[in-house]
């Protein structure tokens, strides 16, 4: 989850950050009214797909759509953490925004995510499909 995490928040820290999670926040927005299209079909899906197969070699008794799941889940939080200016606020400003001192939190966040829904062992009330 590192490699999921680390790179994007470390981009976000930096100057030009801001303008990339514009971007981001932006396409995500606009390819769910008009799927196929813009940035992210051409150059975050290639990346995303190879998430998505990593996730599904780490645990192949789940479907691959399963994992897709979880790729989608982990990077909706990843965008709100990107995008979201309201943590200083909600915080009382203990927070900062897009603090990268808080990465570990948000890696153990993610990976928890990602471990509900591809545990390394199915519970009893989950299905192996999607």
């Known amino acids: 989850m590192q490699a999921f995490v680390e790179p994007v ?6 100057r030009e950050g801001h303008y990339y999670a514009v971007l981001v926040a932006r ?13 992210l079909a051409g150059m ?5 797909h190879r998430f998505i197969d990593a996730l599904h070699r780490l645990r192949p008794h789940w479907p691959r759509a399963r994992a897709a ?4 889940f982990a990077t909706g939080a990843r965008v709100h953490r990107m995008v979201d200016v309201r943590m200083q606020r909600l915080s009382r400003s203990r927070n900062l925004p897009g603090d990268p001192a808080a990465a570990p939190l948000f890696i153990d966040f993610v990976t928890a995510g990602v471990e509900a829904v591809l545990p390394a062992k199915p519970r009893k009330h989950q299905e192996t499909r999607p």
Request: aromatic residues 10%.
């Open 9 to 14: 928040l470390a981009l976000r820290a930096s």
């Open 27 to 39: 396409e995500t927005a606009h390819n769910a009214a008009h799927e196929g299209s813009g940035v």
């Open 44 to 48: 975050f899906d290639p990346l995303a």
């Open 69 to 72: 799941w979880a790729y989608q």
